[in-house]
Each structure stands twice: as structure tokens, then as C-alpha cells.
């Protein structure tokens, strides 16, 4: 199946068009199976090479297709983590390494599980859901309601002040380990108003000159993260000591040890302003 060049090579559907060799992405409790017998370690394994994990499948989702094939997610009983050739390696870890493609379809294979668990139920009348056949939906036959898998919109932002940029903490995270500020959207919000309030009621500064840089899903359990660079109107920081730890004003080539690699939103955020300011401040 032809896709778009903006897509990677990735069409997400519910919709299998049965081509002869599919890919799968193989999940053990929320982990990625990876084939441990090539380069390779992306969450993509060869159909020709599954004939083992069919033992051990328990459940699987049609993804879409990928560079022309199907593509599904096959749930494994814990015992395939020691099948020969393979190795599970944890989510997080796949996805701090992993490039647009494997990212995608590593978030999609784990949302859409995780989907189904936690909705088996209908939450109107409290009878079990079906799983659809046409689409990714879970249909209550009693109430006609069909529910679809939850995606939850978060914004992310870097606040800026000149050749600085504004860092924080959780308060879970380890020393020295800091990212740009995030939050959900309430109900009823636009995006915007809800980077002005996250960002005032986590370090108490303003903010304006609002720019949209790009989306990235993020699979604990079903966020669109959707980033954004502006500027920091006020700079004094006052820390909301629930959500976050510490914050501060760092340098932009004097920055924490530990920082997001550029594979996730907060570490695409922080390349770009890096390079803007490269070019700004020498």
C-alpha cells in the first residue's frame, strides 16, 4: 500500500489489506520484544521470523501498514521474553533511542493495548464491550455507545529569555536531571491558554510570542504532546513545590548533565533553540 513520504513509510489503520508478510511489534507486560540477530534493534520483527511467538500470542491489533505490509501488535505471555534471537528491552529505553518510524509505531502498538484494558467495560451501563471488526472501537450493544482509544492533549513548551532558557524538575527525578515545562489541557481550554496557565502555576512567569513547533505522541498511557517555544515575559521563578522541584534560567551552552535526547518533544524543543542561539549569541 502506497503512502505519503510525510508519513515514513507508516499508515495508521485499523484496516488489514492482507498482504502475504506482515511486520510485528511484539509486546510483553508494556515492554518491546526486539530481534536480537541483526542491527536492528527497532520494535519491527519480520513475520518470517515470528513462527515461535505465535505460541505465546494472546492478543493482536491490526497497527496498519508499514513500508507496504501490514503491521500488527501480537500481546506475548511472559514466557516468550526467552525465546532464542530476541530480547525485550523496556519501552522508555526503545524510545529515547529510536527514530520517527519505530517511535510511532512502538506508541501506537502500546496505546492501543492498554486502550482495550482499560476499557473492557462500558462506562454508561457497566456491560462488557466488544471489540469492533471495522474499526478500532469498543461497542456497548446495550447502550449503542462505541468508544474510541483515548488520547489525552498535553502541551510542552520552552520558555526563552534571550540566550537562556527556562529548565525545571520533578521532584521524582534524579539530581541534575531537568526538562522543559508540561501540563494537560483542561477541559474547555485552547492550547494556548493552557501554556500561560501551566507555565505561571509551575514557575510563575509569563509568558508571550507563543510558536507552535510540532506534535509527538507519547505512549504513559495516551498523550499528544504538542510543543511550543515562547518567550518569558517575567523571569523571576517561583516554584509551585508539588510538580516541580526546581527551575532555573540555564545558559543555552551551559546547560543540566541530564538532559531529554532529541527523540522526544522536550529534547526537539531544546535542540531548536540550541541552534537558534547558536546563530544569535555566538
Not at 520558555?159 to 521524582?172: E, I, K, Y
Amino acid at each position: 500500500m502506497p503512502t505519503p513520504s510525510s508519513l515514513n513509510g507508516f499508515y495508521a489503520s485499523s484496516v488489514a489489506i492482507n498482504t502475504d508478510k506482515k511486520w510485528i511489534v511484539a509486546i510483553i507486560a508494556g515492554d518491546i520484544l526486539v530481534s536480537s540477530s541483526s542491527n536492528y534493534k527497532g520494535p519491527v520483527i519480520d513475520s518470517d521470523c515470528t513462527d515461535l511467538l505465535k505460541f505465546f500470542c494472546e492478543r493482536r491489533i491490526t497497527l496498519g501498514q508499514w513500508h507496504g505490509r501490514d503491521c500488527e501488535v501480537w500481546e506475548l505471555l511472559p514466557e516468550a521474553a526467552t525465546t532464542e534471537g530476541f530480547t525485550l528491552v523496556e519501552l522508555r529505553a526503545l524510545l529515547m533511542a529510536a527514530d520517527d518510524e519505530d517511535f510511532s509505531l512502538a506508541c501506537r502498538a502500546v496505546q492501543l493495548l492498554d486502550w482495550q484494558d482499560k476499557h473492557r467495560f462500558c462506562g454508561s451501563c457497566g456491560e462488557l464491550n466488544a471489540v469492533s471488526d471495522s474499526e478500532h472501537a469498543l461497542a456497548c450493544e446495550a447502550c449503542k455507545i462505541s468508544n474510541y482509544p483515548r488520547i489525552s492533549p498535553c502541551i510542552i513548551v520552552l520558555v526563552t529569555r534571550g540566550d537562556q532558557c527556562l529548565l525545571a524538575r520533578n521532584p521524582s527525578w534524579p539530581a541534575n536531571r531537568f526538562s522543559a515545562l508540561a501540563g494537560f489541557l483542561e477541559a474547555g481550554e485552547t492550547a494556548e491558554q493552557a501554556l500561560h496557565r501551566e507555565v505561571f502555576e509551575e514557575v510563575g512567569v509569563e509568558i508571550n510570542n507563543i510558536r507552535y513547533f510540532g506534535s509527538q505522541s507519547w505512549p504513559y498511557p495516551g498523550q499528544l504532546m504538542l510543543g511550543f517555544i515562547a518567550d518569558a515575559v517575567t523571569d523571576e521563578i517561583t516554584i509551585d513545590g508539588v510538580e516541580i522541584a526546581e527551575a532555573d534560567w540555564f545558559r543555552y551552552d551551559n546547560l543540566p548533565g541530564i538532559i531529554a535526547p532529541p527523540t522526544i518533544m522536550s529534547g526537539r524543543l531544546l535542540q531548536q533553540y540550541i541552534d537558534e542561539a547558536r546563530l544569535a549569541f555566538g
